[in-house]
């Protein structure tokens, strides 16, 4: 079965950076076959969807929140995803989670649409 690790989470001050990774293993199908997401929620409030690449045609997909800061981009002999994040803002405080699924149509870009979810790690980033 898929498992997803993600790691480098921490704690910053406004206009740091941090590098987020993904750790995938267990896939059925090619790494490449996959969309692999993150997103990140604050305590109570909705799951945001952050960024993702879609692992067909490489295309990279970002929230309105965090274009021109974040960037996502893979290391497919190493089945990781990474997320670079810029620029950080105490808004960008919460829990990390990548996420996975099998492209259909086009990126998912909604929760729902992953089957797979890591465990999440904290990005605090103070003001």
């Known amino acids: 079965e898929v498992q997803l690790v993600e790691s480098g989470g921490g704690l910053v001050q406004t206009g740091g950076s941090l590098r987020l990774s993904c750790a995938a293993s267990g896939f059925t199908f090619a790494f490449d076959d996959y969309a692999i997401g993150w997103f990140r929620q604050a305590p109570g409030k909705e799951r945001e969807f952050v960024g993702a690449?879609?692992?067909?045609?490489?295309?990279?997909f970002y929230g309105d929140s965090v274009k021109g800061r974040f960037t996502v981009s893979t290391d497919n002999a190493k089945n990781t995803v990474y997320l670079q994040m810029n620029s950080l803002k105490p808004e960008d405080t919460g829990v990390y989670y990548c996420?996975?699924?099998?492209?259909?149509?086009?990126?998912?870009?909604?929760?729902?649409?992953?089957?797979?979810w890591g465990q999440g790690t904290q990005v605090t980033v103070s003001s």
């Open positions: 690449i879609n692992g067909r045609d490489g295309g990279l």
């Open positions: 996420a996975a699924t099998l492209v259909v149509l086009n990126t998912p870009l909604l929760p729902l649409q992953y089957d797979y």
